[in-house]
């Protein structure tokens, strides 16, 4: 485990809680978490030495790993609903939202509808099924030829994000093809990576390695400060193309760094940070179920009954999700991660 790309997960993801409670100075840093959960996800199978001679083992992990959580919220909120707003007002795209597929659909009122934040789960899934044969092109063809179909892909998101081609290129946010091309770089990541470890024998001194990581962060800091400015192409590129080079820059300087790592890396390490990331996606899920939960029935409890926007329930909500994501993550994932671990 490579724990500062952990306690990076965790940072992301409580920049997007804290965006989803209409903090609006946290826009860039989830722009820049969307993008960076993608391209872990990828670079992680790679980097892992995923073989395809364990499709079915594969498939499974992920999808144990999914669905339960995902259906596990989605009921918890209709049943809310239900005690709440007393009617069941779901329609005939509730089996889209059961079944992962919601992000297909270009309308936001149908991808962001229900368990608002499972979009990226169906994009996820689009990604995880389409692993086997990456894994295969990518073992197939030479590095050079990857890369050069990497650059490809990636020139097809950029015209689809700048170019006007007559449809909405917000879109591009939560397209699972589009997010492909994110979790593919991250594979072909994590072959960089893999290659340049197998050749290399370099020691990083503390100093060494502290101006890695301040280049890293100034990478981060610079494309946050472009876009923050209003910059015509920055925003464009909002969806995902922005964001490429500083994520990239964070995933590859952590995995080299591993076990060397500077300043900045032996913060990341600290234990709080890195329990954070572990628990990161049972965060990223319930933010929504936990505040409406508190809304309807703790907030009544002192008079201020219904408070469905995230505007002014952060403070009481965010330490009941912290809690409430950690209960979830050893009962539940904890739980099937334990079940499906390989027996010696």
């Known amino acids: 485990m490579i724990k500062t790309l952990t306690s990076w997960r965790g940072i992301f993801a409580l920049c997007i809680v804290c965006f989803h409670f209409a903090m609006h100075e946290f826009d860039q840093m989830t722009y820049a978490g969307v993008t960076f959960f993608f391209m872990l996800s ?52 509730l089996p889209l939202h059961v079944t992962l597929l919601q992000s297909w659909i270009p309308y936001k009122s149908i991808h962001y509808n229900y368990s608002i934040h499972s979009w990226f789960l169906s994009s996820l899934m689009f990604c995880v099924l389409a692993t086997p044969l990456l894994l295969k092109v ?66 990083y001194s503390l100093a060494k390695a502290s101006f890695v990581e301040l280049c890293v962060l100034m990478a981060l800091t610079s494309c946050v400060a472009i876009h923050a400015s209003g910059n015509f192409i920055a925003v464009k590129l909002e969806n995902s193309p922005l964001w490429w080079i500083p994520v990239a820059a964070i995933i590859f300087a952590s995995a080299m760094l591993n076990g060397q790592e500077g300043v900045v890396g032996k913060v990341l390490k600290l234990r709080p940070l890195v329990w954070l990331g572990e628990i990161s996606f049972e965060v990223y899920l319930l933010q929504k179920l936990v505040n409406n939960a508190f809304c309807y029935l703790v907030a009544p409890l002192f008079g201020h009954y219904g408070i469905m926007i995230y505007d002014y329930s952060f403070a009481c909500t965010l330490p009941l999700l912290i809690v409430t994501a950690w209960a979830v993550n050893r009962l539940l994932s904890f739980t099937i991660a334990k079940r499906l671990a390989p027996r010696p």
């Open 138 to 203: 990518i073992k197939k063809l030479r590095l050079k030829m990857v890369l050069v179909l990497a650059l490809v892909a990636c020139a097809i998101v950029i015209v689809l994000n700048t170019v006007p081609l007559g449809f909405d290129t917000s879109y591009c946010y939560v397209c699972p093809l589009t997010r492909l091309v994110d979790y593919a770089l991250g594979m072909v990541l994590g072959v960089v990576v893999r290659k340049l470890q197998a050749v290399t024998t370099s020691q």
């Open 42 to 93: 990828g670079f992680l199978v790679t980097y892992k030495h995923e073989t395809l001679n364990s499709v079915k083992s594969f498939y499974s992990r992920r999808l144990w790993r999914i669905f339960p959580l995902h259906w596990l919220v989605l009921v918890a909120m209709i049943l809310l609903d239900l005690a709440v707003v007393h009617r069941f007002h779901y329609g005939w795209d």
